[in-house]
């Protein structure tokens, strides 16, 4: 269906240390996959996506890795600091009569220690 | 505020009433979103619009209702029908295709 599974639920780093968090999806018509960053109390922003014809995309200290074949995808994030310390959700997108609607994963809370 | 803007930002319901949440979005977007956020729960989506006039049920619509009479407005309205009212509500919108998601700030609902 169009459910994402995302782990871990929490995941807690030290600071400069690299973050990585996963996600799985059953549906094969998914065709765009972006991750946002929630925190405390605040909107949830989008800070990278990639979509089905790439497997990979770096901005700076983030990439987005895409395998279609095994239907996951992954944030990394390097060189971790303390600011990046938020909740990480990763969505996908469908196509067909859901087309433009993005179903989210469950989120991931990221501590990074000082 | 980023182009789409929620009031009330916090709202308290008494039990048996309804309320409705604003959402307003001066992007020129075509789709409008509603997701509730409860905590280790994600968003999860109620209701969704791709165009004036017409809109569709998301995955938790039961005791929620929407209209979508202008391009910019999208408010949502919590019925009395709705058993666990109390959540963070988002609104976003998107160009055609879900490109350029944006959320607005929230509301926080909560039931006294």
């Known amino acids: 269906g169009e459910n994402v599974e995302q782990h871990p639920s929490t995941l807690s780093v030290q600071e400069g240390d690299s973050a990585v968090i996963k996600c799985t999806y059953s549906?094969?018509?998914?065709?765009?996959f972006p991750w946002y960053k929630q925190e405390l109390g605040k909107r949830p922003q989008l800070i990278i996506d990639?979509?089905?014809?790439?497997g990979e995309k770096k901005d700076q200290r983030i990439a987005v890795t895409l395998n279609k074949t095994a239907k996951h995808f992954s944030l990394h994030i390097t060189e971790t600091q303390p600011e990046d310390s938020a909740v990480y959700f990763c969505?996908?997108?469908?196509?067909?009569?859901?087309?433009?609607?993005?179903?989210f994963g469950q989120g991931t809370i990221l501590t990074v220690h000082p | 505020d980023g182009g789409i803007t929620q009031s009330p930002k916090y709202l308290f319901r008494k039990e048996g009433q309804n309320v409705t949440l604003s959402c307003e979005q001066n992007?020129?977007?075509?789709?409008m979103y509603w997701y509730r956020q409860d905590p280790g729960q994600g968003l999860r989506l109620i209701y969704y619009?791709?165009?004036?006039?017409?809109?569709q049920k998301g995955d938790i619509a039961e005791g929620y209702s929407v209209s979508r009479e202008k391009k910019e407005s999208f408010p949502l309205t919590v019925t009395s029908a709705q058993k666990n009212p109390t959540a963070f509500y988002l609104c976003?919108?998107?160009?055609?295709?879900?490109?350029?998601?944006?959320f607005g700030s929230g509301t926080r609902l909560t039931v006294v």
């Open positions: 976003a919108s998107s160009r055609e295709g879900g490109y350029g998601y944006t």
């Open positions: 549906d094969s018509a998914s065709n765009y």
């Open positions: 990639i979509r089905s014809n790439v």
């Open positions: 969505a996908r997108r469908g196509g067909g009569t859901s087309y433009g609607k993005l179903t």
């Open positions: 992007l020129n977007h075509d789709a």
């Open positions: 619009s791709q165009i004036v006039n017409d809109f």
